[in-house]
């Protein structure tokens, strides 16, 4: 198998582990709510809930075996609350503002209800 294949199914993997994961997290939530994954790669759980009464755009990001965790608002990358070392703050707000857009469908989409599969591909692919 060549290796750009390789990368290929490891992509497709992870989002069929993605959709899983989704499918458990929304199992979890109560009826109505919606928690998905954006990112889940070992240690590293980037993820967004359909939270009512939310007005700020946010990712939720889990890291590290003690689950260190923070809110990130997606329209300045800017730290909201949460656990995580302050050193990973600037390589959030990268990651934030490089798929700013994406992010901000994402979550209107989850605010609504709506499918969000595509999005999630899009992002989970790096465009």
Do not use: C
């Not at 934030?96 to 992010?103: D, E, G, Q, Y």
């Not at 994402?106 to 609504?112: D, E, G, N």
């Amino acid at each position: 198998m060549k290796e750009m294949d390789f990368d290929r199914e490891a992509n497709e993997l992870q989002h069929v582990f993605s959709q899983i994961d989704r499918q458990m997290a929304s199992a979890r939530r109560p009826q109505g709510v919606i928690e998905f994954f954006i990112i889940k790669v070992e240690d590293l759980r980037i993820k967004m809930y359909q939270e009512k009464g939310h007005q700020r755009p946010h990712v939720h990001i889990d890291y590290g075996k003690e689950k260190h965790a923070a809110s990130y608002a997606i329209d300045s990358g800017e730290r909201l609350e949460g656990s995580l070392p302050r050193r990973y703050d600037k390589a959030v707000a990268t990651w934030i503002h490089k798929h700013r857009s994406n992010l901000n469908v994402l979550w209107a989409h989850a605010q609504k209800g709506t499918a969000i599969e595509e999005v999630l591909v899009a992002i989970q692919k790096g465009n």
